[in-house]
Every structure is written in C-alpha cells, then in structure tokens.
C-alpha cells in the first residue's frame, strides 16, 4: 500500500484497519484469480508467488484496477523471477534469497497504481504477448544494486483503476 502510514493518521486505527483488510481481501482474490499463492503478509504488504510470470503481470493489472485513490488506497507493485530457497518455517513456506531479496528492492521503483518488474519478468514471450495484447508500453529504467553497483533493467507501467477508467 502505498502511504498507509498517513492513511492510518487520517483515518484512525480501527478505520483504517478495516479498509486494510478489506485491501488484503481484493488482493487474496485476484491472487487466486490468476493461479497465485500469498506467502505471507508484512504489515500492509503481500508477498506472492506464482508458477507463470504471465499469471503474476496479469494479476499485478487486475490488482492496481481493483484500486482507487477515491477509497484511499493505491498499490505499487515489483516482481521479479527467478530460483530461490524454499523453506518450512513458522508452519509455512517461506521464500529467502536474490530473486525475494530483487523483488523487494523493485518496489522503491513503482509509485501509486504502477507494477515494475525485472527484464527476467519482461523476457518470458508470454508476458511480452500480454503486454502488446494490452496494448502496454512499459517504462525502461534500471535499478542500481547498492551492494554491488551492478545495473539491473527494470520496466514500469501505470495502471488506471476502475474509478480513475470511468
């Protein structure tokens, strides 16, 4: 969620928190919509993995649609995609190394209502077809890794939710 530190001022603590859950409800679903799984929740983010990066664009576009600065909330999204170690902790997977660690650090690039995600994500044909289907143009930037200075290309585009189409 982008801002909900002040969402949270402006619209006090149990206002607030219930608008967010409802956020993690429209989130969960279009999750499952597009064949996804939520690994875990940190504070007012979600972490998700996906078998298809077709079905991660995909669902990241219906995600930022089902979101309105009108209700307060707006996302920004980042993926990337790639190996990583798959561990059983507290109960449940957890995900842990580059490709987590890359996605996360993505997500500085995105504003309200925009998805980033990595030239890995953007080199799958399938994703190129759905982008070109859409007819979405994406940003090029890159993201300079801050421990290595090494550039990694990054793309970007904005989503107009329902309100915003209308």
Request: with cysteine; hydrophobic share 40%.
């Amino acid at each position: 969620l982008v801002g909900s530190s002040r969402f949270y001022q402006d619209k006090g603590d149990q206002g607030a928190f219930a608008a967010v859950r409802q956020h993690f409800v429209r989130v969960y679903e279009a999750v499952k919509q597009y064949n996804g799984a939520v690994v875990k929740t940190i504070g007012d983010a979600a972490m998700v993995s996906y078998s298809n990066p077709r079905d991660a664009i995909e669902s990241a576009f219906e995600m930022q649609k089902r979101f309105s600065a009108e209700d307060g909330l707006r996302l920004r999204i980042s993926m990337h995609r790639g190996s990583c170690l798959a561990v059983n902790l507290n109960s449940n997977i957890d995900y842990f190394g580059n490709t987590v660690n890359l996605a996360a650090k993505l997500q500085a690039l995105a504003e309200a209502g925009q998805v980033a995600f990595s030239q890995t994500v953007a080199d799958d044909p399938e994703v190129t077809h759905w982008l070109e289907s859409k007819g979405v143009t994406p940003t090029r930037m890159s993201y300079t890794q801050p421990w290595n200075g090494q550039q990694v290309p990054v793309l970007r585009f904005t989503v107009k939710s329902k309100s915003a189409a209308q």
